[in-house]
């Protein structure tokens, strides 16, 4: 071998669980803070040996981009094993801890494919660890044709008199986009059961990322599901960029107050139950989608 070559220095993964505590709960995401070395091919195939729904790779954010704090600024993109998803919301959460936990809390910019996430992390109380908050892109949201819906009940196995009449159907974004729908009763959300493909194709031609079902508990807790088949993943554990989306649409349509805070139930059906908080305030058109993390060991 020739002294001059070198084998590539093997790149740091790093593994976090997003909304819980608990490395058991929430949803795990793998962390690049350092993606400098890797082309586009390189963090698809990274992200698709992590197997995780998405895998963050970080690189430093351009010198005299507007708004950074010093050093703690970062051009950052998401990858889910199939495909690059524009935003993802348990991503950054994981990413952001992870940072915490390394250079201190505090403000972090993250320059998305969506648009710039300001991130702040602050200390743990020594049970929950740290705990992050991201204030979305500026929400918006837009009706399904009822030719789309009428296909997303059918791959879903759901007739229309399952849905909430309280909480219509919609596209809505906070990042990316995702179909709401909401249903009357916890064991219609908990018995779901879809058809992958038949979704999936669906979903690429409206060019959803993920779907929210919701339940709507009481007037500030909800439970919700995010099927993912676009991302070669079943169903996602904890969302965060389809709870910036639903916050904006839930504040949109007089669902939840314009200055409000609520939370989100989320992976207990799967065995990996975590919790998101939203806050809505007054005159900010932004989302923030808070969380706690979990180094996996």
């Given at each position: ?27 795990p995401a ?13 963090r698809l ?126 596209i809505a ?125």
């Amino acid at each position: 071998m020739n002294a001059n070559m070198r084998a590539a220095a093997p790149t740091e993964v790093l593994r976090y669980t997003a909304f819980s505590a608990d490395p058991d709960g929430g949803n795990p995401a793998g962390v690049v803070l350092d993606a400098s070395a890797l082309d586009d091919a390189a963090r698809l195939a990274v992200a698709a040996e992590v197997g995780y729904s998405e895998t963050a790779f970080l690189t430093p954010a351009p010198q005299g981009t507007e708004g950074a704090p010093e050093g703690r600024a970062f051009t950052t993109r998401y990858f889910s094993p199939l495909a690059e998803v524009a935003f993802c919301g348990h991503a950054t959460i994981a990413t952001a801890v992870a940072l915490g936990e390394r250079i201190g809390p505090g403000e972090l910019l993250f320059l998305t494919p969506a648009g710039p996430i300001p991130v702040t992390v602050v200390g743990g109380d020594g049970e929950s660890g740290p705990r992050a908050t991201l204030s979305s892109v500026e929400p918006h949201s837009e009706p399904v044709e009822d030719k789309d819906l009428t296909e997303a009940l059918a791959a879903l196995g759901w007739a229309r008199g399952d849905l909430d009449p309280e909480i219509p159907p919609r596209i809505a974004f906070g990042g990316n986009d995702h179909l709401v729908l909401a249903v009357t009763s916890r064991e219609r959300l908990g018995a779901l059961d879809y058809d992958f493909e038949r979704l999936k194709e669906l979903m690429l031609r409206l060019g959803l990322t993920t779907l929210q079902l919701v339940w709507r508990e009481s007037a500030g807790v909800f439970h919700v599901r995010d099927p993912f088949p676009v991302g070669g993943v079943r169903e996602d554990p904890a969302t965060g960029a389809a709870a910036a989306a639903f916050g904006g649409y839930a504040r949109e349509l007089g669902i939840v107050p314009e200055e409000s805070r609520f939370t989100l139930h989320q992976g207990e059906d799967m065995g990996r139950p975590g919790e998101l908080t939203v806050d809505l305030r007054a005159g900010d058109p932004r989302v923030h989608v808070s969380g706690t993390a979990a180094r996996i060991g």
